[in-house]
């Protein structure tokens, strides 16, 4: 994902309105599909650090349910890669 479109889908994290920043967290399971492992090593650690430096309440909610969706589809991503493995 270039730098300009990443920048501007993380406002979804900040967006005053709830719809926007629920389309954002719907939008995950897209994104890591699209753009794989490289991406949501970089989306997860922007996560961590936005969760420990803004105090905003939405913020943080967004935040969570951001990195539970990524970890989600990322360890579901995992599982099916070793069942191809494995079997």
Same mark, same amino acid.
């Given at each position: 994902?270039? #730098?300009? &479109?990443?920048?501007?889908?993380? *406002? +979804? %994290? #900040?967006?005053?309105? @709830?719809?926007?920043?629920?389309?954002?967290?719907?939008?995950?399971?897209?994104?890591? #599909?699209?753009? !794989?492992? $490289?991406?949501?090593? $970089?989306?997860?650690? #922007? %996560? !961590?650090? &936005?969760?420990?430096?803004?105090?905003? +309440?939405?913020?943080?909610?967004?935040?969570? +349910?951001? &990195?539970?969706?990524?970890?989600?589809?990322? @360890?579901?991503?995992?599982?099916?890669?070793?069942?191809?493995? *494995? *079997?």
């Amino acid at each position: 994902m270039t #730098k300009g &479109l990443e920048a501007l889908f993380m *406002c +979804y %994290l #900040k967006d005053r309105a @709830a719809a926007v920043r629920e389309l954002g967290i719907e939008r995950i399971p897209q994104l890591i #599909k699209a753009f !794989g492992a $490289t991406w949501i090593n $970089t989306f997860v650690g #922007k %996560l !961590g650090d &936005l969760l420990s430096k803004d105090s905003n +309440y939405s913020t943080k909610i967004t935040v969570l +349910y951001s &990195l539970q969706v990524s970890s989600i589809i990322h @360890a579901d991503d995992r599982t099916n890669t070793r069942r191809r493995i *494995c *079997c």
